[in-house]
């Protein structure tokens, strides 16, 4: 017997987590519309709910195509298993739940979303947790902000909007050093261009509406969990390594070993929370993925051209790309995503905040939408949308002064993107 072989990115996007359907021979995953399952006898059903059988009780939980859609991505990210979340939010606040409990924090990287930030700043305190956010660059700063109550370190691997890629084999030493878990936003990058959990995440964390889906139809979101975290060392994890009050008293990982973080996050999260994914959003990101690698491809193409193009015009004054070599973290780009920087970048026009608004304006082909990840092309002045709830002294930090645009760059032609961008920058700095 040859060993198995270890079959590719390009293979597993389209086969892993799927096989012919058993019942019709269906080639393709089906959409499982459906909310319970016929359980086969009182047993088969009480041995569903006691986790001593693995099977479909009600689609809260699991449903088989949004199953499918789980073992793919945990398959493509390297990890252990995956839950599929009803958005990316939903992911985040679905990583954070087994871990954390009233008076935990969190310590969070200063560059995010700023979907992200106003999450842990304001609507977790609700739950009675909250979050510290430290440059990730410093990495002393970082270690000093965990203390007694941090329960896991939390930042994005190229980070959103600001082309800034985060040193993943630094953070996972500082979190491997206290103990910690390290939750890794991977959405901008994908599992093409980087795979946290190589480089040291406990648990990856997935806006589904990006890149994997790719077209912008569906809103979703994935965790996935290495399987690699010993939640039992420390004491600090008592949903997953003490008996679980809110599952008849079940030790998650003295029972499920590396499986413990997927089941907790079925059993009590879904079952709890009830942040599920759809089967018809899980149908549209399946179809998504199946081309992941041949998008992101030609979005790091585009991006780098259209990037190098922005840089060399007087119109605009800097370009925030790591796929420059001008950039700060262009090292980093060959160490932690060496096919690209991905798709997403900023660039200040010159003329400030009133010139972003009329390039917005301006523009023919890009899309003026709070989106990214999209196979068409897409502009956002952060300052006056996503990031406007933010105080303006944490504006520059994540990347989203005034004068700043963010792009996600489409799979269009690049340069027909370029012509786009020339007329408007005419347009707004007139
Ligand atoms: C969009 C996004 C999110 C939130 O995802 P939703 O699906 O919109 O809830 C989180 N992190 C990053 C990096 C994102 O781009």
């Known amino acids: 017997m040859t060993a198995p072989r270890k079959l590719g990115f390009d293979t597993l996007q389209i086969h892993a987590g799927a096989k012919p359907d058993p019942a019709t021979g269906a080639r393709q995953v089906p959409i499982y519309q459906t909310t319970a399952y016929v359980f086969r006898d009182a047993d088969h059903a009480a041995k569903l709910f006691n986790l001593q059988e693995v099977g479909y009780i009600y689609s809260r939980l699991t449903n088989p195509t949004v199953s499918a859609l789980a073992e793919r991505v945990a398959a493509l ?75 896991a370190i939390f930042v994005e691997s190229i980070a959103n909007p600001g082309g800034y890629i985060t040193d993943l084999d630094a953070v996972a030493a500082v979190a491997d050093k206290v103990g910690l878990p390290l939750i890794v936003d991977n959405t901008t990058a994908t599992p093409y261009l980087t795979r946290p959990i190589e480089h040291g995440a406990t648990l990856v964390v997935h806006s589904a509406t990006k890149y994997l889906t790719g077209n912008g139809t569906v809103t979703g979101g994935i965790v996935v969990d290495s399987g690699k975290f010993d939640w039992s060392a420390s004491g600090k994890f008592p949903s997953l390594a003490a008996p679980e009050p809110a ?18 996050s079925i059993a009590v999260g879904l079952r709890d929370l009830g ?24 979005h ?59 390039l917005v304006d301006g523009l023919e082909l890009f899309s003026h939408v709070a989106n990214l990840g999209d196979t068409r092309s897409l502009i956002i002045h952060p300052a006056s949308t996503t990031h406007r709830q933010l105080p303006p002294e944490k504006l520059a930090g994540a990347g989203a002064a005034p004068n700043v645009v963010r792009l996600s760059i489409g799979i269009e032609d690049a340069d027909d993107l370029i012509a786009d961008l020339d007329q408007a920058l005419a347009k707004a700095t007139a």
Request: aromatic letters at 10%; glycine letters at 10%.
């Open 300 to 358: 790091v193409a585009n991006a780098k051209k259209v990037a190098a193009w922005l840089e060399a015009d007087p119109r605009v004054d800097f370009v925030t790309y790591a796929g420059l070599a001008s950039s700060p973290w262009h090292d980093r780009m060959a160490r932690i995503c060496p096919k690209g920087a991905g798709a997403l970048f900023t660039f200040a026009v010159k003329g400030g905040y009133d010139a972003c608004v009329k």
């Open 77 to 151: 990210e390297g990890g252990a298993g995956a839950i599929c979340c009803s958005s990316g939010h939903a992911a985040q606040i679905m990583a954070l739940f087994p871990l954390m409990g009233p008076g935990c924090n969190v310590v969070a990287s200063t560059r995010l979303y700023g979907g992200t930030i106003q999450q842990f700043s304001n609507t977790i305190r609700k739950f009675g947790w909250s979050a510290k956010f430290v440059d990730t660059d410093d990495l002393a700063a970082l270690e000093a902000a965990v203390d007694d109550n941090t329960r």
């Open 275 to 298: 942040m599920t994914m759809n089967p018809q959003g899980a149908h549209y990101t399946l179809m998504g993925i199946e081309t992941l690698s041949l998008r992101m491809e030609r």
């Open 247 to 264: 599952y008849h008293g079940l030790n998650f990982h003295a029972a499920l070993g590396g499986m413990a973080f997927t089941f907790h």
